[in-house]
T-cell receptor
Framework: GQQLNQSPQSMFIQEGEDVSMNCTSS?????WLWYKQDPGEGPVLLIA?????ELTSNGRLTAQFGITRKDSFLNISASIPSDVGIYFC??????????FGGGTRLMVKP | EPEVTQTPSHQVTQMGQEVILRCVPI?????FYWYRQILGQKVEFLVS????????KSEIFDDQFSVERPDGSNFTLKIRSTKLEDSAMYFC????????????FGNGTRLTVT
């Protein structure tokens, strides 16, 4: 199956700092998705990207679909304690089958 | 906002036993999915279901697994003879229509096989 390389695996930052994480793939995809998973809950969609070069924001979150269509990044500005969780990139295959990256565990120190 | 609901939230079973995990997708959704997440690992696709049949399935979804939509509201995942390595969080998801709609995930069932 498809492999997505997501980095970093974890981040421990101070409240107020900006955060950046990214995903890369060896294949080209038409859709990149970013999800957040809180403890004990299912993944929740944050941002969906459909076009190469697309830059989309959702509040303090900004994500970009790489020009090569093989990568994407997610930025969180001015982090707050509730940003804590695991962030996953994902690509969409046939039949809405999602392949997830390995996740970035974000910890925010107040 | 409508939600995908899953029961039970935690299921403990002995190796070799059958388990059924239950999901109630969002009512007007047409496509249904099961994913699993082994502790500390990424979320993995198991199976997709549309129009009362399996659309796609992964290598994980072997003969021990089956899915069913027994009525108009429930969507179940059955594991016939559980193994220790089946211990994981199992997430149900549904989508309204088409293949570009966002998936809505339930909060999962934690399956522990002892």
């Amino acid at each position: 199956g498809q492999q997505l390389n997501q980095s970093p695996q974890s981040m421990f930052i101070q409240e107020g700092e900006d955060v950046s994480m990214n995903c890369t793939s060896s294949s080209i995809f038409n859709t990149w998705l970013w999800y957040k998973q809180d403890p004990g809950e299912g993944p929740v969609l944050l941002i969906a990207l459909y076009k190469a070069g697309e830059l989309t924001s959702n509040g303090r979150l900004t994500a970009q679909f790489g020009i090569t269509r093989k990568d994407s990044f997610l930025n969180i500005s001015a982090s707050i304690p509730s940003d804590v969780g695991i962030y996953f990139c994902a690509i969409r295959g046939a039949g809405n089958m999602l392949t997830f990256g390995g996740g970035t565990r974000l910890m925010v120190k107040p | 906002e409508p939600e995908v609901t899953q029961t039970p939230s935690h299921q403990v079973t002995q190796m070799g036993q059958e388990v059924i995990l239950r999901c109630v997708p969002i009512s007007n959704h047409l496509y249904f999915y099961w994913y699993r997440q082994i502790l500390g690992q990424k979320v993995e696709f198991l199976v997709s279901f549309y129009n009362n049949e399996i659309s796609e399935k992964s290598e994980i979804f072997d003969d021990q697994f089956s899915v069913e939509r027994p009525d108009g509201s429930n969507f179940t995942l059955k594991i016939r003879s559980t193994k220790l390595e089946d211990s994981a969080m199992y997430f149900c998801a549904s989508v309204e229509t088409g293949h570009n709609s966002p998936l809505h995930f339930g909060n999962g069932t934690r399956l522990t096989v002892t």
